[in-house]
């Protein structure tokens, strides 16, 4: 296990690792929403905002999906997307929002498509008024059959935006009785579409017919086009990392980006992360074969056409729910969960293709699934990052990671 800082640092902390590197310094927790919210998501639009959303119940079966804005570090008072009891709430799988290429807002969601606890939908709705007001919801995918829809990533595209998602029309068996009732058996594929901010649709494309079920997609712009991560999932259940991109108006057949060997019969929940700029692409994964967890990254210069050897990121005992950004020096910041003696922490590390920096303890969370997935964004030169608490108090924070005077 790599040491996380210095004796005499550790032992000033007494907590085993440190709240700074030569590098960054984790600031107090600047954003608290209120107890019981969740699943929450970062976005940094083109004028360096940060834009934090997030799931708050608000009665018994009734939650709304509420945002808030960071501007010249200081946050504004929450915003109401929607306040529902057709909301799909999920641990893993939880809404975001992008800025499209005409400055308009996009926000996804999940909702109920039947009562079976498996079917649910993606739903969009576009605000051009920096979130005070949204149109009539939509869904990207034309089918509308009561299956699984969901782990949606977005990126700005043309005046529009471009999406991904895991789409289970093809799983139309559905399991009666046992712990999985309500399952549908079948092929999970991933697919894609454009919209505009009129709601205007492009083309549903199939990129992948066979895939993990229920693990995170990523998708990043490159100087080159669209890249997007996923885990795939073998005929014989091996679930390694798989890259498509978008070139000259057609998607590629996907490609590995590293052979894990990972088998695995049943979704491990715990998908990649990617991040771009220009044509340096960094994509950060959990994997663990043999029972053997860990926590990789790896650089692509051809705007993921390749990627260089993996680099080992965790501490020796990592959950995984990874992040990534790169900076604007070329290293990526990598964040992620790891088992500690006393409970997990959310931890970050700077990478390089060939070296790693020490990691850096940004907060103490839980291993329960109610903890969810610590997410990150670059405004400027900070790192915004975006945790669910389960402490008394609860609720999604947010903290700020930042170079030290």
Known sequence: MRSLCTTAMATLLGAGCASETADLVVGDVEYTSSAGS???????????????TWLEPVSAGRHALRLAVREAGAWSAPRTVLESERFFVNWADFPSLVEMGDGSWLVHWLEKAAENSYAYRVRLAVSKDDGFVWSTSFKPHRDDSPTEHGFVSMVPWDAGAALIWLDGREMTTEVSGGEHEGLNLGEMSLRATTVDSDGVMGPDVLLDSRTCECCQTSMARTSRGLVAAYRDRSESEIRNVSIVRFLDGSWSKPSHVADDNWYYPGCPVNGPQLSARGDTVVVAWFTAPESRPAVYAAFSYDGGASFRP????????????????????????????????????????????????????????????????????????????????????GGVKVTALRAPK
């Open 310 to 393: 993996p680099i080992r990121i965790d501490d020796g005992d990592p959950l995984g729910r990874v992040d990534v950004e790169i900076l604007d020096d070329g290293r990526a910041a990598v964040i992620w969960v790891e088992r500690s003696a006393d409970a997990a922490e959310i931890r970050v590390r700077l990478v390089e293709p060939n070296s790693t920096g020490p990691a850096l303890r940004v907060a103490r969370t839980a291993e329960a699934r109610g903890s969810g997935f610590p997410r990150i964004a670059l405004a400027g030169r900070e790192l915004l990052v975006a945790w669910t608490s389960l402490a008394e108090e």
């Open 38 to 52: 969740a699943e929450p998501n970062l976005h940094v639009t083109s004028d360096g905002r940060g834009i934090l």
